[in-house]
């Protein structure tokens, strides 16, 4: 939110504090000054400060504010018109081309002077016909005919808005001469309000914080209102249908109002604060709204009336049909549901509820008769009206965040007399209040130890009060406990121990965290212990790293359609329950995800066209929903995906391979080896989302702990992956946890040479290479260091239905070297047991 200062000393008298200050006690409360916008004046001097400064100065002897006393037609230009005017010390004639100053053309001089802002020559400004803000400076020159040094100024020019079409026309009140930067100058601070403070999204609200944080007197605006014309009660109905999306509905009326420009210090506030001017009423909804926080709605009463067929028209708040439609003020239709709120009278649909207003009742030109709004909505129900139709306003903004009913009768009454005093007209006699759900302000009590406990820093239970006090909490202390009444503009302290820590989070805003010292801990800190599945989560996580993994970390939300993909067309997949989200911030994230493997794919899709090599893996839970429990089953799960290249190119290969099979495979052992998990085998498997035939099944011990292989060309088809294959792996994490080893023997590296061989057998083709390979390592005994595959040969060689397999053997002995006879002897009882066992011939 942009907060000019000149608006925040209406409210606490900020004199004596600089701007760097000021933003820095601000930011000491949590209202995080982004960016200092100066108007007018010096920038800070040197390169070195806390915040960021922009802005245009206006030097006292360049910028002034002058008046127009006449204004001439160009002898030579229908399009260009002489002001005679006075900067306070001389008469001067100005050559424009502001079509505002059209109307006073060849009139004489005018009974009341126009105020200007008037730059003169050597003023440095911006160039009110180029794009965007590009500095020039003022030289004479003669513009057909006519010399010109100086010129009367544009909002543009000044560094104010956009708008560059006509000259500032000041108030009559400007003090002719004044240097402009002491008329108008400003400073606007960009302020990011937290969501739990928006109670601070106002003008008001910001100076409360300072006034408390300074120790300053915070001055209200003063709310008392003429009520001059008829009674209000019987001219209009109300009717709330659900208070619990409605709580409180307010209504006022203002008749004869004329629909003109607000004054000018009213459109430079709102200009500078990011809303455009528009009219004195709207102006006045706005001004009201960044005054103190409360959104208002404005509508055309006769319009009611005539919609009502000439009667007195009822108001009405209920939650829409399906499928009616409102067309709002920014030209756009909305096709409604019945979840979301909505103002109404007997005709139809007048506003969207705390969002924005609709196209047929809104206050126009020939507005004569304002009835004026002031409510509070749910602010969950208004958050889901605004995801659901992705509409943006700065009323749904503070009320999807939760504002106090008890605003909207000062944000009525306040709106009721600035309408007032900018477009005249006559208040009707009473206001009508329908508040049929008042909340309950807690009462919360907190003693002087818990304070000293958990924010470390002893302060008194008076200390405390105060500080509350300058909150506008109402306290009494009794003894060491203050008990604290919250004040009815804030919707976020709670009650019981979560209001306690409520109440030390604004003892410790206003005391100052600065001030909070640093202090050793009262007690020891307990024995550390280890968490053995913990840490072996750390060590998969290094172990997978290290094999030339990245790791993801994913959204767990997301939506049973999306997780669908990851099954074939033609497959059935079996229906299954979902965790759902009640308040979800997109219907494409409603559910938690039953799938680690779907979350992996959508990764890979998204990163496919970012990355030649993927190489991924997530830890992380799927959610199953138990029934007869509230909470679900959080199961930690792995997932694994490679696709791409091999290798990223270098100068020595610029054409890597395409991962395979066997690189997935080859992760998934070095990390079973890394974890020191034994008797690992794997088996031909069987899974929807992988390819028939290149699908493996991890096993323990003979239990399943995973499954990995190359996923199906129909659920590739599901995703944009590319051209290369991909291979994706799944683990549960409770096996690989339980089965790793933090503790496990390690062996002192050989003194005595190896001795090598290769043994070549053939078997029969269902028989696999692990089988194989068991049976050798169960024959060669202790001696046999080391077994490994280097080659597979199918031929008519070796005989239909059959294949040869060689491997190389490693015998090693840990205290002496093997002897010829030995080595030739564990030989012969390894081919006699794959003979024996598996049919196995020694190939020649």
């Given amino acids: 939110m942009k907060v000019p200062l000149t608006w925040l000393k209406d409210y606490v008298d900020l004199d004596d504090l600089g701007i760097e200050d000021l933003a820095k006690v601000m930011t000491m409360v949590g209202l995080e000054v982004e960016e200092i916008h100066l108007v007018g004046l010096p920038l800070p001097e040197g390169d070195r400060h806390e915040f960021k400064y922009t802005g245009l100065p206006w030097p006292a002897d360049k910028f002034i504010v002058a008046q127009v006393d006449e204004v001439l037609p160009h002898p030579n230009a229908d399009r260009l018109v002489l002001c005679r005017l006075n900067d306070g010390k001389e008469e001067i004639t100005v050559l424009t081309g502001a079509p505002n100053l059209y109307d006073y053309k060849g009139k004489g001089p005018l009974d009341e002077p126009l105020k200007v802002a008037y730059a003169r020559e050597g003023a440095e400004l911006y160039d009110g016909h180029q794009p965007g803000y590009q500095l020039t400076m003022l030289k004479r020159m003669k513009i057909r005919g006519v010399e010109s040094f100086s010129m009367i100024c544009s909002e543009k020019e000044l560094g104010l808005t956009e708008a560059h079409e006509g000259v500032i026309l000041l108030d009559a009140d400007a003090p002719t001469g004044m240097p402009l930067a002491d008329y108008m100058g400003d400073a606007v601070f960009d302020v990011d309000t937290l969501p739990n403070m928006v109670r601070d999204a106002s003008v008001l609200g910001m100076a409360r914080e300072i006034a408390a944080a300074t120790g300053k007197e915070l001055h209200y605006p003063d709310d008392s209102l003429e009520m001059a014309g008829p009674a209000l009660e019987g001219r209009v109905g109300l009717e709330i249908m659900d208070p619990e999306l409605n709580p409180r509905f307010m209504l006022g009326m203002l008749e004869g109002v004329a629909i003109q420009p607000s004054p000018y210090w009213v459109r430079r506030r709102l200009s500078l604060a990011g809303m455009r001017p528009i009219n004195a009423v709207v102006d006045a909804t706005n001004y009201v709204m960044l005054e103190i926080g409360e959104p208002l709605h404005a509508f055309d009463y006769d319009i009611l009336v005539e919609r009502a067929g000439g009667k007195a028209p009822t108001i009405i708040t209920r939650t829409a049909e399906d499928g009616e439609k409102l067309t709002t003020l920014d030209g756009a239709e909305h096709t409604l549901d019945s979840n979301m709120e909505l103002v109404t009278d007997t005709a139809g649909v007048l506003s969207l509820a705390g969002v924005m207003g609709g196209e047929e009742s809104e206050v126009n030109d020939q507005t004569c008769n304002v009835l004026l709004e002031g409510a509070s909505w749910n602010f969950i129900n208004i958050r889901k009206t605004v995801s659901k139709l992705k509409i943006t306003s700065e009323a749904a903004y503070r009320f999807s965040r939760g504002i106090h009913p008890a605003l909207a009768e000062l944000g009525l009454r306040l709106c009721l007399k600035r309408m007032q005093e900018w477009g005249g007209g006559t208040i009707a006699q009473g206001l009508i209040d329908h508040y049929p759900n008042p909340p309950e302000d807690p009462l919360v009590e907190i003693s002087v130890d818990w304070v000293d406990n958990n924010l470390g820093v002893a302060i008194s239970p008076d200390e405390i009060a105060k500080i509350l006090t300058r909150l506008e909490f109402e306290c009494s202390v009794d003894g060491d406990t203050v008990?604290?009444?919250?004040?009815?503009?804030?919707?976020?302290?709670?009650?019981?121990?979560?209001?306690?820590?409520?109440?030390?989070?604004?003892?410790?805003?206003?005391?100052?965290y600065d001030k909070i010292p640093s202090r050793r801990l009262n007690q020891p800190l307990p024995p550390q212990r280890m968490s053995q599945e913990m840490a072996m989560e750390d060590t998969l996580r290094d172990l997978l790293v290290n094999l030339g993994l990245q790791e993801l970390i994913a959204y767990r939300m997301t939506a049973p359609g999306r997780e669908a993909r990851r099954f074939p067309p033609d497959y059935a997949a079996p229906e299954v329950d979902y965790v759902e989200i009640q308040n979800p911030i997109t219907v494409d994230r409603r559910v938690m995800r039953r799938s680690i493997l779907a979350t992996m794919l959508e990764i890979l899709e998204y990163n496919s066209t970012l990355s030649e090599r993927l190489a991924m893996f997530e830890i992380g839970p799927v959610f199953h929903p138990v029934a007869g429990q509230q909470l679900p089953d959080e199961k930690m799960m792995l997932s694994i995906g490679l696709t791409g290249l091999r290798s990223m190119p270098t100068w020595q290969k610029d054409k890597p391979e395409i991962v395979d099979f066997y690189d997935l495979k080859g992760v998934v052992e070095g990390m079973l080896a890394g974890l020191h998990i034994d008797n690992v085998t794997y088996a031909a498997g069987e899974d929807p989302s992988l390819h028939p035939g290149k699908t493996a099944d991890v096993l323990v011990d003979g239990e399943?702990?995973?499954?990995?292989?190359?996923?199906?060309?129909?659920?590739?088809?599901?995703?944009?992956?590319?051209?290369?294959?991909?291979?994706?792996?799944?683990?549960?994490?409770?096996?690989?946890?339980?089965?790793?080893?933090?503790?496990?023997?390690?062996?002192?590296?050989?003194?005595?040479?190896?001795?090598l061989e290769d043994l070549a057998v053939v078997v029969a083709d269902d028989v696999t290479a692990a089988q194989v390979e068991e049976v050798i390592r169960r024959g060669g005994g202790e001696y046999l260091a080391k077994v490994q595959l280097f080659d597979i040969f199918k031929g008519k060689q070796v005989g239909e239905g059959r294949k040869s397999l060689a491997f190389s053997l490693t015998y090693i002995a840990p205290d002496r070297t093997l002897t010829d006879k030995e080595v030739s002897k564990l030989r012969q009882k390894v081919i006699f047991l794959l003979g024996k066992e598996l049919g196995a011939e020694l190939r020649s």
């Avoid at 096996?735 to 790793?740: I, S």
């Fill in 704 to 755: 399943k702990v995973g499954v990995m292989g190359e996923l199906h060309p129909l659920v590739k088809a599901n995703y944009e992956l590319g051209d290369a294959p991909v291979y994706v792996a799944e683990f549960a994490l409770a096996p690989l946890v339980g089965k790793a080893k933090i503790l496990f023997d390690v062996e002192a590296i050989p003194t005595y040479p190896p001795v």
């Fill in 483 to 512: 008990t604290a009444k919250t004040p009815q503009h804030r919707l976020d302290i709670h009650d019981g121990l979560i209001g306690r820590a409520d109440l030390l989070e604004e003892i410790s805003r206003i005391y100052g």
